[in-house]
């Protein structure tokens, strides 16, 4: 008798439990069922549509062809989808790009050319894996042939006036060569001598029909793409105030042709300190100024009180840059 009775509570407990378990996961279905329903009604990836027409550098791209508008809309999703760098460029452009922009104008040079220097770096002075220094990324050799300083105390690819310059007269040499905007471009990314032989070896002389290494084929796209975005940002989803962007920080130049000991000092002298002194002149690249022959060197030296953000308020050149959404 007291072992059916043991029996049938064990019974009982055990259906006691499946039921349990049954009820818990059907709860947490219909909870999952829920959250992916939130999920389907309220989460949207877009794909953004191409333009029917794009001029870049004043040429047509050929959105004609199939591997053109492919190739195209790769860049554009991936870089439409990048959020943190895209608004960071935004912000570092309202600096850079009013140097760029009237070098660029004064040489020829087609003012969509600024958006290779935020491909190329993203505005930033950084040192690629082959050795390429600065926004423009110049190798060593490349720069000393463009006139640009390379040594241990100067390294003039981190002046940007300069390095813009020295690329300047590389997409016009450049330009001499190709007789077209798009394969200059090419050429900066893969150099002259290896397209070249690209062209003579496919016998064709345009960029969109020229079957190239990944990173040259996609170099130019990612470049219109990044231009796409930037000159149009709303239109993507960006959402970018003119008080977030970078201020351009004012300063004055004290032209220098002597030796300067320590640098340091020679900041407190003018009224900064060593860290801003590097800042807007990272083409200082140690403590010293030996200056053995005497060259006359341009350092910008900040104006009394431009480091804080009252002197800031109001940002010169709004209109030289983006087409932004100001919400105040």
């Not at 960029?207 to 219109?224: Q, S």
């Not at 959402?239 to 000092?265: F, M, Q, T």
């Not at 060197?297 to 840059?321: F, V």
Request: hydrophobic share 35%.
């Amino acid at each position: 008798m007291l072992r059916h009775l043991i029996l049938g509570l064990i019974t009982v407990f055990a259906l006691w439990g499946l039921i349990s378990m049954f009820a818990s996961f059907g709860t947490t279905h219909q909870a999952d069922i829920k959250y992916q329903n939130q999920i389907k009604e309220q989460y949207f990836a877009y794909a953004f549509p191409l333009p029917e027409t794009i001029v870049f550098a004043g040429e047509n791209v050929p959105l004609e062809n199939f591997d053109t508008r492919e190739s195209l809309d790769l860049e554009i999703q991936k870089v439409a989808y990048w959020h943190s760098e895209l608004l960071l460029y935004m912000k570092r452009a309202n600096r850079t790009f009013p140097i760029i922009e009237p070098i660029l104008k004064k040489n020829g040079i087609p003012d969509d050319f600024k958006y290779f220097a935020v491909c190329e770096s993203g505005l930033l002075n950084v040192t690629s894996p082959s050795g390429a220094k600065g926004i423009w990324q110049f190798m060593d050799e490349t720069a000393k042939s463009y006139n640009l300083e390379v040594s241990d105390e100067v390294d003039e690819r981190y002046n940007l006036e300069l390095a813009t310059e020295a690329a300047c007269k590389y997409f016009k040499d450049s330009y001499r060569k190709y007789k077209n905007w798009s394969m200059v471009a090419a050429s900066y990314n893969t150099g002259q001598t290896n397209l070249t032989l690209k062209q003579k070896e496919q016998n064709q002389d345009n960029y969109y029909d020229l079957l190239l290494n990944e990173e040259t084929a996609r170099y130019v796209f990612r470049t219109i793409a990044i231009k796409l975005v930037m000159s149009e940002p709303q239109n993507f989803g960006f959402v970018c105030r003119n008080k977030d962007l970078y201020p351009i920080i004012h300063s004055h130049v004290c032209e220098i042709d002597s030796s300067i000991g320590n640098l340091a000092d020679f900041a407190e002298k003018n009224n900064t300190n060593y860290k801003i002194l590097k800042f807007l002149n990272p083409w200082l690249r140690k403590n010293v100024l030996s200056n053995k022959d005497k060259k006359t060197y341009r350092i910008a030296i900040p104006e009394k009180n431009a480091r804080t953000l009252d002197y800031q308020h109001e940002i010169e050149n709004p209109d030289s840059l983006l087409k932004f959404i100001d919400t105040q």
